[in-house]
């Protein structure tokens, strides 16, 4: 795709790269795509975009795309084009193989946040329906499955509270394990113009993120706490709101659950728990932290936005939660600028979720011991649904190296480069007898596949996005699909091959399925997207244009539960051998494991991933700016060029995940959160040392 020429029409459809979910104006010539237009009538956006929406679509069609299906008998093969229908068979052959050997649990699939939500709800819908089993998970578990658990846990519902135009009401602002300038620069516009009217900002985080000091903003209290502490500063705050009389009593009585509360109230009151006593842990001066709580509790409109900074930890979960009792002691939720919201990472995380993804829950988050809606899909699509969880992405790797796992169908992810411990992975994926990979190109993960399903680019299919307000944007077909069919389309051949009998013609009798079956989606459907441009789920009889701000009158799950959050420290510890803490992050122009973006002219901008080191680290190790150095922990080690930065404090070093020459997973640990598994990317103990490259 180029720039050329003078557009003749446009189709509004939605950026596929972040969860802001800005609106575009694909202006078109012919079937060219001329030029990207951020939309001016887009809710998300109202006329803003970055650089990734508005320039880098090229990959698109970028020579890389891979647009005939593939198969081999052994990892070991070259590559050998087939039809779309031989690889049907040839998987469906296989899946049933495996099945009739060793059983029905022996194969999953895995969802992907960067598809629709038609064709998420038809992954998870094949293996419910067609495998026989719940072993479906996303990517979501490897960022924001915290933020699942714990608003659901506390508030009732796995979202976030508000709409982003909710910031310009804020007078308050904690940004806490979020980088919006480069992770979700829209938001952050919006953010910046707020903080230019009066707003202030408190910011927590180990590095000096350009809101801490950037052009035009200044934050009032920087938290430079140490990787891994997120809950101790926390709870310190929580201590300071509690024992200083700021919490708002009425707000506590009357919507929360007031035993939970009070066990919660005595606990932070500790004096275990005080910025003083917190603040050799933390690394946070405990006066920042005390004038951080009194602003936060009485400075008016108190929102919180967080991002993997938080979920990311073995304490994700935890600290999600301790995010929540902050705004449910001091009233702030239920209104607009105020509330409890996760910057999601990509796309259609919300989205991927809503519909089913996990291996606990039916589509709307419901759990699978929920007898009513387990018999309302039975009926419906004619088969049994256990009532027992399948397994998570790391379980299916376990189980396939200890040999009772042998089948996978990954749709739009490569978990090889993005998960954890990839040595681990590889072993994983190695060991099963049949890997299926539909993707749009022979990704990393494609080393160990037996089936390469081509996948299809959101300017080649209709269906939805939801993004991090839980709005439901629609994405309209630019152009035919390159390949022949768009994703939901490959997934339903699949299960016609292994005798599903689907007939879906458009995508919009899926979203009719997803309506009927699903409370929170009972009133969505093309037709009112058309009309609307977006809503925000719920959206039903109750809230026929959906529900910008949640938990109003009351909380979701009836009155808002405190739960005591204990810091634990990870298990993941520096010592002599690994004395530096590495924490990890995004850059602007670049996208996740850079699957898109580095196909396109943004890689100018940013070309190779860094390791961030504070000049003192350096110095010590003789390091000088642009040396290549080795970075190791303890799973494994990679080479990368350093860049000497008093952005990270002392004893702390960052790098960016985007280039695969870089692999920096190879040294992230295997930790991960209690509660969902979500790998603990944001703190890994390693040696740094100069090094003669690569
Ligand atoms: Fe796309 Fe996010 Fe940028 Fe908006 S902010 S254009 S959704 S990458």
């Known amino acids: 795709v180029i720039e050329m020429g003078t557009p003749d029409r446009a189709v509004v459809t939605t950026c596929a790269y972040c969860g802001v979910g800005c609106n575009f104006r694909a202006e078109m010539k012919g079937d060219q795509l001329v030029r990207m237009v951020p939309s001016k009538d887009g809710k998300a956006n109202r006329g803003h975009s970055c650089v990734k929406g508005r320039f880098a679509y090229g990959y698109a069609t970028h020579p890389d795309r891979i647009l005939n299906p593939m198969i081999r008998d052994s990892i070991h093969d070259p590559w050998r084009e ?30 992907s946040s960067r598809c629709t939500n038609e064709e998420t709800f038809l992954v998870q819908k094949l293996i419910r329906q067609v495998f026989g089993n719940n072993n479906v998970d996303t990517c979501a578990r490897v960022c924001h499955s915290p933020t699942g658990y714990g608003l659901k846990t506390t508030l009732g519902t796995s979202a976030g509270t508000q709409d982003f135009d909710s910031v310009e009401h804020a007078d308050v602002v904690l940004i806490i394990g979020a980088n919006p300038t480069d992770g979700h620069p829209v938001f952050a516009s919006r953010l910046k113009k707020r903080l230019r009217q009066g707003a202030q900002l408190i910011v927590a985080d180990p590095r000096r993120i350009d809101l801490v000091r950037g052009p035009h903003v200044r934050a009032a209290h920087h938290l430079p706490l140490r990787p891994g502490t997120n809950v101790a500063l926390l709870t310190a705050m929580a201590h300071v709101i509690v024992t200083e009389g700021l ?77 929540a009792n902050l705004a449910m002691a001091t009233g702030n939720i239920g209104r607009p600028g105020v509330g409890v919201n996760p910057l999601r990472g990509q796309n259609n995380v919300q989205g991927s979720c809503d519909m089913g993804s996990f291996p606990h829950e039916l589509p709307g988050y419901r759990h699978v011991h929920d007898a009513e809606v ?138 009719a399925e997803i309506a009927a079956t699903t409370p929170t989606f009972a009133g969505v459907s093309y037709g009112l997207l058309d009309r609307e441009g977006s809503v925000q789920w719920p959206c039903n009889d109750a809230a026929p244009t959906g529900t910008p701000v949640m938990h109003e009158g009351g909380f979701v799950r009836g009155k808002g539960l405190f739960v005591v959050t204990d810091y634990v420290p990870t298990d993941e ?33 940013h070309d190779e991933d860094r390791l961030e080191i504070h000049p003192h680290d350096a110095e010590t190790r003789g390091i000088a700016e642009g040396d290549w150095v080795r970075l190791a922990s303890r799973s494994g080690e990679t080479t990368l060029r350093a ?51 690569p």
């Open 82 to 111: 087939v039809t779309w229908e031989e690889a049907f068979e040839f998987t469906a052959r296989k899946f049933r193989g495996i099945q009739e050997k060793h059983g029905v649990r022996a194969i999953g699939g895995i969802t």
């Open 247 to 323: 919490t708002d009593d009425d707000f506590i009585r009357e919507r929360c659950e007031m035993d939970a509360y009070q066990d919660w109230a005595g606990f932070v009151a500790e004096d275990r728990h005080s910025p003083e006593a917190t603040e050799a842990l933390t690394g946070v001066p405990a006066e920042e932290v005390r004038k951080a709580a009194r602003l936060y509790a009485t400075g008016g409109n108190a929102a919180i936005y967080y991002g993997l900074g938080v979920t990311e930890h073995s304490q994700g979960s935890t600290t999600v939660m301790a995010i």
């Open 374 to 511: 387990r018999g309302m899909y039975e009926k419906l699509w004619n088969v049994t649904i256990s009532d027992e969880p399948g397994l998570r992405i790391p379980n299916m790797l376990d189980a396939a190296v200890h040999g009772t796992f042998k089948g996978i169908y990954i749709q739009g992810e490569d978990i090889l480069q993005s998960d954890p411990d990839t040595k681990h992975v590889a072993s994983g994926l190695a060991a099963m007898e049949c890997v299926v990979v539909h993707d749009l190109f022979l990704n990393e993960t494609a080393n160990y596949a037996h089936v390469f399903l081509p996948g299809s680019t959101f300017l080649e299919k209709d269906g939805t996005f939801t993004n991090a307000e839980r709005r439901i944007n629609r994405v309209r077909r630019v152009m035919a699909p390159l390949n022949g069919f768009a994703d939901w389309e490959v997934t339903q051949h699949l299960a016609n091959a292994m005798g599903a009998g689907w007939s879906y013609a458009h995508p919009s009798e899926i979203m």
């Open 573 to 605: 510890r520096t010592g002599p051998r690994y004395p530096l803490l590495l924490t990890t992050g995004r850059i602007l122009s670049q996208y996740n494991v850079g699957a898109q973006t580095r196909r396109t002219q943004n890689s100018i901008w």
């Open 643 to 693: 860049t000497l930065s008093d952005r990270v404090s002392p004893g702390v070093v960052y790098t960016t995940f985007h280039h695969p020459e870089t692999q920096a997973n190879v040294v992230t640990s295997d930790f991960s959160d209690w509660a969902t598994n979500c790998p603990e990317y944001k703190v890994t103990a390693v040696q740094v040392a100069l090094s003669n490259g």
